[in-house]
Every structure is written in structure tokens, then in C-alpha cells.
């Protein structure tokens, strides 16, 4: 067990620029994950930490102790390959035991062993699998088994990367929850690197979002949910992803939706004209049934353009003057295409960033954004028909 720390890490690879100034400080027994899309230099960052590739600056310590320039061996880190390997000549069992017999590790006996074994493969679900050789398995078994490689054995520090992303939704569901138990019994630093956010939501005691080789907020899942620091990582949580509107600011007030929505500036936004109001689809209600806005609600109407069923769930598109609203409903009532649906969200679910001309570039969010003081009334007007 032990902390981790990374200072300053930058890697290039020929001129392209795969890490940029990245600081981790993760704490002893902490489960930290690394959430990004392809390419954004999570796999690198992991390299970086196991001293598997040259770094072009900055400083690795565990523990305490400068692991910079010592060898991966000797970092008494763990690392599971986004690609695996397994023996094919020996069984399941014989994979996982040998881990055990080399290394710095040191000999386990023949019981020891076994019992770590079994604690992994029953933790893993191949427990009755462990007779078998790799080509007997399902490329979801081998995921699992190449994973128990790495956890298998004692580590300072374990470094999986994407280890569940081979797995079908529902087996990556069950091991997520499995995966979860086994980090907290044993109590290893780990840094864990997924593209998915709701696993970086439902394992990381904290997740640390990058972007283009740049951690762009660090936090945890509440802190990342329900403060993103900008557009990118408003969006790369939640399917489907936050609804973002352009809004104005005209006489102190917030304008969106060709007026239908419009509620009162209560934070500094620095004489901003423009600004950028976003709502997950999760925190909109939508029925049949009016809502009347309030000082902490608010309400607009609209048609339902398109409307899907999730399970339980609805997913609606919804036509508010000429702007599409993507809104995932409880299924609790029938909402059907083409009919006239009222909308509503509390106001401490609306997000606000700054404003720009390009849809496709991101922009930080404003600080304090809707969440209004204990006592502080405000009112919202809300008109239908536009301003
Ligand atoms: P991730 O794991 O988040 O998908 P990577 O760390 O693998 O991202 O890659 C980060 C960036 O560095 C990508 O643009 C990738 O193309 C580039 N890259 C990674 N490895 C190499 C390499 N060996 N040579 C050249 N470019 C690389
Ligand atoms: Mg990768």
C-alpha cells in the first residue's frame, strides 16, 4: 500500500504531444480513475507510472519515494495491458500462479497460493475455470484471467487499463460491482483507466477526467456530476449527454429557448452577453400536466418530436420553439409523439457556462453557476410564446 504522485508529466511521442503537465496525487488505498476518450493518453499515463516507456519531464514518486528513474521492477507497481497475454500452454490456475513464483513478490506457499487464487477467480467469476486452458475460454474469461494476473499478487500500486472494455454490458455491470468489493478488501492504490463514464462514476472514490493529454478536472463522482468544470466534461458524463443552449443575458436575467425559459442572474458572470445553460436530460420532468414555474423551478412547454422506449425508461426529443430538448422520463406516464408535453427542472439542475460562437468548442463553466444562496428568493418568469 501507498500513496501516489505525479508531478509535471509530459511525454511526446515525435512531435505529437500525448501527456501535457499532468498532477495525480493519489492517496494509500484510494481507487482513482482515469476517465477519457480513445487517445486522450491514458494508456501513456499509466506507462508513464510503471516505467515502461522514457518520460520527457516530470517526477514519479510512490510512497514517498522518487520512482523516476528506477526500473519497473522495481516500482512494485502492477500493471493489466489494455491487450493481454496469457500462457497458452498452461491451465488458468498455472497462469495465475505464476505471478506468485517470480518476482519481487517473493514465494508463496503452495497454500497461500491457493487460497489467493481462489479469493481472485471467485472475486472474477472463473473461479470453476481454473483446470482449463485459454483457448477453452471466452475472450471475457480471458479478459477476467489476464486481470487476476495483475491481482493476484501483492503490489503497491495496481494500473489497469480498460480491463473490463472486452466484456459485454451486462457481464461489465456485475464485474464493476465485483471489481468495487475486491478494491476494497484489498485496500491497493490503484488507478483504473476507462472510456466509461459510468464506471469511473460507480468505482472511483475520485476520477480524473483528460482531455487531449490534459486532465481537465479532478474530483469525485458527486464533484464531477454535479459541478463539471467545462462543456467537455459536462458532456463525457451521462447518456444521453447534457442538453447545452446558448442563452443571452438581457436586464440581469438568463434567456434561452427563444424566451421560453428565463430565470435571474445571481452570479458574477463579468458582464458576459452570452452565456451557455446546460441541463442533463435526467434532471428534466416532462407530463402532461402543467408546471408552473417557481423561484426554484423551471417550466417551459414543448412537443414531443420523438419518443423511445429505454426499458423503463423514455427517451424523449422535444420541440421547444425551434430548439430540440433531449429528455430521459420515468416511463411512469404515456408520452407520445406529437403530443404537447410541459417541461420542467429545478433550477439547481441547470448549468452555466461561458457563451461561444462554436458549438463545437468547449467553455468553462461559471463559477457558482445556478445553485443560489439559502434564503435568496429569486423569481422566474416564464413565458410560452417567447419574450
Ligand atoms: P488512450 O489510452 O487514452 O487511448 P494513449 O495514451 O494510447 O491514449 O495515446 C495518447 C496519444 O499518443 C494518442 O494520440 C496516440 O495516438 C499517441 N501515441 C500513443 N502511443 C504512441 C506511440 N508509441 N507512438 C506514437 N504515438 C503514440
Ligand atoms: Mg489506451
Redesign the pocket.
Known amino acids: 500500500m501507498a500513496t501516489l504522485t505525479v508531478q509535471g508529466l509530459s511525454k511526446t511521442?515525435?512531435k505529437?504531444m500525448?501527456?501535457r503537465d499532468i498532477d495525480l496525487d493519489i492517496g494509500d488505498g484510494e481507487f482513482f480513475c482515469m476517465l477519457?476518450?480513445?487517445?486522450?493518453?491514458?494508456?501513456?499515463?499509466l506507462?508513464s507510472i510503471a516505467g515502461l516507456q522514457e518520460i520527457d519531464a516530470g517526477v514519479v514518486k510512490i510512497a514517498g519515494v522518487d520512482m523516476t528513474g528506477v526500473e519497473p521492477y522495481h516500482r512494485n507497481v502492477a500493471m493489466a495491458f489494455?491487450s493481454y497475454a496469457l500462457y497458452p500452454q498452461k491451465t488458468v490456475f498455472e497462469n495465475l500462479a505464476s505471478p506468485l513464483r517470480s518476482g519481487r513478490s517473493g514465494s508463496f506457499s503452495a497454500a497461500a497460493q491457493q487460497e489467493r487464487i481462489d479469493t481472485v477467480t471467485t472475486t472474477l467469476g472463473i473461479n470453476h475455470l481454473q483446470q482449463r486452458l485459454p483457448r477453452e475460454l471466452s475472450n471475457g474469461q480471458r479478459q477476467r484471467v489476464a486481470l487476476g494476473r495483475v491481482l493476484v499478487r501483492p503490489a503497491d500500486v495496481y494500473l489497469l487499463?480498460?480491463p473490463l472494455s472486452h466484456l459485454d454490458a451486462k457481464l461489465r455491470a456485475s464485474m464493476r460491482a465485483e471489481l468495487k468489493r475486491l478494491g476494497q478488501m484489498s485496500n491497493t492504490t490503484t488507478v483504473y483507466?476507462t472510456?466509461d463514464y459510468q464506471e469511473a462514476l460507480s468505482l472511483g472514490d475520485r476520477i480524473g477526467v483528460?482531455r487531449a493529454?490534459e486532465m481537465v478536472q479532478v474530483g469525485t463522482p458527486a464533484d464531477i456530476w454535479l459541478r463539471p468544470l467545462d462543456t467537455f466534461v459536462a458532456r463525457a458524463l451521462g447518456q444521453p449527454e447534457m442538453n447545452l443552449f446558448d442563452a443571452e443575458v438581457i436586464d440581469g436575467h438568463v434567456v434561452a429557448l427563444q424566451g421560453a425559459i428565463r430565470f435571474p442572474v445571481t452570479t458574477d458572470l463579468g458582464g458576459a452577453r452570452r452565456v451557455r445553460i446546460g441541463m442533463r436530460p435526467g434532471d428534466l420532468h416532462a407530463g402532461h400536466q402543467a408546471v408552473e414555474g417557481s423561484a426554484s423551478v423551471l417550466s417551459c412547454s414543448g412537443t414531443i418530436d420523438l419518443a423511445e422506449r429505454l426499458g423503463r425508461q423514455i427517451e424523449l426529443s422535444v420541440k421547444v420553439g425551434d430548439t430540440d430538448v433531449i429528455v430521459v422520463a420515468d416511463g411512469s406516464e404515456a408520452l407520445e409523439e406529437g403530443s404537447a408535453v410541459s417541461l420542467s427542472i429545478p433550477l439547481t439542475g441547470v448549468h452555466l457556462f461561458e457563451g461561444t460562437d462554436d458549438p463545437s468548442v468547449d467553455t468553462r463553466r461559471i463559477s457558482g453557476a445556478v445553485h443560489h444562496a439559502p434564503g435568496n428568493r429569486q423569481t422566474v418568469t416564464i413565458s410560452k410564446s417567447g419574450v
Open positions: 511521442y515525435g505529437k500525448a501527456l477519457g476518450p480513445s487517445g486522450a493518453g491514458k494508456t501513456t499515463t506507462k489494455e487499463d480498460e483507466v472510456h483528460l493529454g
